[in-house]
C-alpha cells in the first residue's frame, strides 16, 4: 500500500507542478494576457488531477489513508463542483481573470501537500516541508474561498441567460429544476464547508506545535 499511496501522491504533484509552473512562466511571460486562455493551456490537466483525487475519499473509506473523511470530502466535492458545474460548464466564465487567481491558489497548495502525504507514506520527516504543510493553508484556504464565491457569482448571469442544467421533468406533476437557484444555495453552504475543514487543519496544526514544544522541551 505504501509504493501505491507513494505513485498516487507522486503523479498528483507532477501533474499539479505542471499546472503550478505552467501558469507562473505564463504570467512571467505574457502577464494579464495570460488570463484570458488560462484554462485552455491548463484545463484539461486540472480536471484529470481533480477527477483523480476522488481516489482519496476512497483511501479513507478503504483505510488505506489515516485522514478524516468529511474535510477531505468537502474540499474534493468543492473543486468538483466549481470546476466542472461552474467553469468547464460556461466558456465565458473561463476566461475570468478569477479562475487563473483561483487555479494558481488551488495549486500554490498541492505542491506542498503532495510532496508531504508523499514523504510522510514512506516515513519521512521533512522540518521545512511540514512547517509549511501546517502554515500554507492559513491563507490560502480563505483567499480560495473568496475567489470560488466570486467564480460562481461570476457565473450566475450565464447560466441565467443560457439555461444551462435548467430543466422541466413531467412526473406526476410539473418538477422544473432552476440551476442558479441551486447555485445560490450552494454559495451559502460553501463557506460552511470551508470553515469546516480550516477547522480541521487547525486542529492539525494545533497538535503540530505541541510536537514541536515538547522536542524542544526534550532537547
Not at 70 to 97: A, D, H, N
Not at 188 to 200: E, I, N
Amino acid at each position: 500500500m505504501k509504493t501505491y499511496l507513494s505513485v498516487y501522491y507522486l503523479i498528483q504533484f507532477c501533474g499539479h507542478s505542471w499546472i503550478f509552473t505552467n501558469m507562473t512562466a505564463r504570467l512571467l511571460f505574457f502577464g494579464k494576457d495570460s488570463f484570458a486562455d488560462t484554462f485552455y493551456a491548463i484545463g484539461l490537466v486540472m480536471q484529470a488531477c481533480q477527477l483523480l483525487s476522488v481516489l482519496e475519499l476512497l483511501h479513507i473509506l478503504m483505510g488505506v489513508e489515516q485522514q478524516a473523511f468529511l474535510p477531505k470530502f468537502s474540499q474534493v466535492t468543492e473543486r468538483l463542483v466549481i470546476l466542472f458545474m461552474v467553469i468547464t460548464s460556461q466558456e465565458e466564465v473561463q476566461s475570468k481573470c478569477v479562475v487563473c487567481v483561483l487555479f494558481f491558489l488551488w495549486n500554490l497548495w498541492d505542491v506542498i501537500r503532495y510532496p508531504y502525504l508523499l514523504l510522510s507514506a514512506v516515513g519521512i520527516d521533512y522540518p521545512a516541508l511540514t512547517w509549511l504543510y501546517h502554515s500554507v493553508w492559513i491563507p490560502v484556504h480563505p483567499l480560495s474561498l473568496l475567489a470560488e464565491v466570486y467564480t460562481v457569482y461570476e457565473s450566475l448571469p450565464f447560466f441565467e441567460v443560457l439555461g444551462t442544467f435548467c430543466y422541466k421533468m413531467s412526473l406526476p406533476f410539473a418538477v422544473s429544476i432552476h440551476f442558479p437557484y441551486i447555485l445560490k444555495v450552494y454559495l451559502a453552504l460553501l463557506p460552511a464547508g470551508v470553515l469546516y475543514t480550516c477547522s480541521h487543519f487547525y486542529s492539525e496544526r494545533k497538535l503540530y506545535l505541541k510536537q514541536q514544544e515538547l522536542k524542544l522541551k526534550v532537547k
